[in-house]
């Protein structure tokens, strides 16, 4: 059974930091496209980063020079170190694994950037 489980969210105040992680289990890791997505309220999904099998990485342009998307293959585990945080960054943060026909999401988690 596919597990990806996000954890790393929470509250910050704008400029801080936080890393997200989402660890993936029944699945051959190296082999997917993982991706971090998400979704502020009343908007729609949208990709903030994504990490191919051989580590080449696209961000969003609204998050470039800022968030840095990395894989560690052996632990499964796949991060979003988020710096300089904005209000407008405040979302569900959700996990995403893609290879061919198969594509998952995990639970998300919320980040809140407020003052």
């Known amino acids: 059974q596919v597990q990806l489980v996000e954890s790393g969210g929470g509250l910050v105040q704008p400029g801080g930091s936080l890393r997200l992680s989402c660890a993936a289990s029944?699945?051959?890791?190296?082999?997917?496209?993982m991706a971090w997505y998400r979704q502020a309220p009343g908007k729609q999904r949208e990709l903030v980063a994504r990490?191919?099998?051989?580590?080449?990485?696209n961000y969003a342009d609204s998050v470039k020079g800022r968030f840095t998307i990395s894989r560690d293959n052996a632990n499964n585990t796949v991060y979003l170190q988020m710096n300089s945080l904005k209000p407008e960054d405040t979302a569900v943060y959700y996990c995403?694994?893609?290879?061919?026909?198969?594509?998952?999401w995990g639970q998300g988690t919320q980040v809140t950037v407020s003052s």
């Open positions: 995403n694994m893609v290879h061919g026909l198969y594509n998952y």
């Open positions: 029944g699945i051959i890791f190296s082999i997917y496209t």
């Open positions: 990490i191919i099998s051989g580590g080449n990485t």
